[in-house]
């Protein structure tokens, strides 16, 4: 996976720009570790030994998506997590949502 994503920082979205065109999203797909691209998302699912864990996480993606200020829907259960991103201003994908993927996964590394 290459780390470039995860350095950068959102930017403010304008519903005027375009979402990402099919070739960009599969370059910036490529730059991700399992992550799925489905009907104008992204999506990713998460496994923890426990409920703790999993909320734990789940308050962390909460940080990086206010320090971000870009917010994902997040589905939870016991020992699992879905992350999806899209950004609804434009009605797709932007470079934000790959961004915060990655910063998502990197988190789940530490």
């Not at 950068?8 to 999203?25: D, F, N, R, V």
């Not at 998460?46 to 589905?75: C, G, M």
Request: glycine share 4%; proline share 5%; with cysteine.
């Amino acid at each position: 996976m290459n780390n470039d994503l995860a350095t950068k920082q959102c930017k403010p979205c304008e519903g005027t720009m375009p979402p990402l065109s099919p070739a960009e999203i599969t370059l910036l797909m490529q730059q991700l570790d399992g992550w799925e691209f489905m009907d104008k998302m992204i999506r990713k699912d998460y496994s923890f030994k426990n409920h703790y864990q999993t909320l734990a996480f789940v308050n962390a993606v909460a940080w990086i998506s206010h320090r971000e200020d870009h917010h994902p829907d997040v589905t939870v259960g016991y020992n699992k997590c879905r992350v999806e991103y899209m950004t609804h201003a434009i009605g797709g994908l932007s470079e934000n949502d790959f961004i915060c993927a990655a910063k998502v996964d990197t988190l789940f590394k530490i």
